[in-house]
């Protein structure tokens, strides 16, 4: 017994020395020192042994064991430490040679245009304004004289989280949510991301940004919407754009219109942009509807006011003459970089 535990020693020694990785280190380990190892096959058997050489039998086993355990982690760190040096002379950096240069992103058109907006408007006193966008079906229609079965809602093609949540179709929401919390006067713009189920196309994205405004106070009129937006249209498009009203029809307003303004690129000659009429679809308006208000917690009887939206990504494609609503959520830097 005594000579088969030097055997064991005197092998594993051997090999040892000539591993060469953590792996065969591993493989060794196992063979001798592992569940059915050979020291530990034999160790079982001390029952065997009779009494009297049990003690010096088991003195050798642990001797042994001990010993193989210490040159196993001997072993086991020198191999690390070759590994780690080939390694770093795998790894050499040459501090004196120039960086990768990085790629610096630019703005989005989208926010450009967005904050050149929001500044128009806030120096005209306006407040910017925020609401969710998963949203109430009471406030994203029903509030805003939209009630279940009204022809509106079909011209929305609306996603549904369930019967009484939506994905917001309008930041007209936010009207309602800022008449509820705030009294009048109330001079707000609430710019931002909208969800319709629109096939993908030139010009639809089933989503998109708007931007709200809303104004109500005691003896606000139409002259007072129309005095505020052809300040933001020459703000926007230059002192020279013109700009004219056409009857429409929207459930949250009454008179309601849209505006156009004179196409910015031929200056009213008639060209691709306008379509050769000269005038460019620019926003829906209106004076806000008695309904809209009352839901609100405003009196009719006592204030009044207008409301107005448009389409931010149709201003941006206007702005740049971008012809594929598309290009702008792609994030295609060769398309990106030109801004």
Same mark, same amino acid.
């Given at each position: &017994?005594? =000579? ?11 090999? /040892? !020395? ?33 009494? =009297? ?5 088991? !003195? ?5 064991? +001990?010993?193989? +355990?210490?040159?196993? @982690? ?13 390694? /770093? ?21 989208? +926010? ?35 009630? !279940? ?5 079909? +011209? ?25 919390? @705030?009294?009048?006067?109330?001079? &707000? ?32 009129? $139409?002259a007072d919407l129309k005095g505020t937006l052809e300040q933001y249209a ?40 306008? !379509? ?29 006011? $207008? ?9 941006? &494609? ?9 290009? /702008? ?8 970089? @030109?801004?």
């Amino acid at each position: &017994m005594k =000579e088969k535990l030097e055997l064991i020693k005197e092998h594993a020694l051997k090999e /040892l !020395k000539e591993a060469v990785d953590g792996t065969q280190l591993d493989n060794i380990r196992v063979k001798y020192l592992g569940k059915k190892g050979e020291l530990t096959q034999i160790l079982r058997g001390m029952g065997a042994v009779s009494e =009297e050489e049990r003690p010096v039998i088991g !003195k050798i086993a642990n001797e042994v064991r +001990e010993s193989l +355990e210490n040159f196993i @982690q001997e072993a086991s760190e020198s191999i690390k430490k070759a590994e780690k040096d080939i390694k /770093l002379q795998n790894e050499v950096i040459d501090i004196t040679m120039p960086g990768i240069r990085q790629t610096m992103g630019k703005r989005h058109p989208l +926010e450009l245009t967005l904050d050149r907006m929001k500044d128009i408007f806030i120096s005209m006193g306006f407040t910017i304004e925020e609401g969710p966008e998963v949203e109430l079906d009471y406030y994203n229609f029903e509030a805003l004289n939209i009630p !279940k079965n009204h022809p509106a809602r079909g +011209e929305q093609d609306t996603f549904y989280i369930n019967d009484t949540v939506v994905l917001r179709t309008q930041t007209s929401p936010v009207q309602i949510r800022t008449m509820e919390k @705030q009294k009048p006067p109330i001079k &707000m713009v609430c710019p931002g991301k909208v969800y319709r189920a629109d096939a993908v196309d030139a010009s639809h994205s089933p989503i998109f940004y708007q931007m709200e405004g809303l104004v109500v106070d005691k003896g606000i009129t $139409f002259a007072d919407l129309k005095g505020t937006l052809e300040q933001y249209a020459k703000k926007m498009f230059g002192e020279d754009v013109k700009t004219k009203f056409r009857p429409h029809h929207f459930p949250f307003t009454e008179p309601s219109a849209e505006m156009d303004a004179s196409c910015f690129v031929c200056h009213g000659k008639g060209c691709k942009l306008c !379509k050769g009429s000269g005038w460019i679809e620019i926003l829906g308006c209106g004076m806000v509807h008695p309904d809209v208000l009352r839901n609100g917690g405003i009196d009719p009887e006592v204030y009044s006011g $207008f409301a107005f939206g448009f389409g931010v990504d149709r201003m941006v &494609m206007m702005k740049y003459a971008i012809d594929d609503i598309r290009l /702008l959520y792609e994030s295609d830097m060769r398309f990106l970089n @030109q801004f």
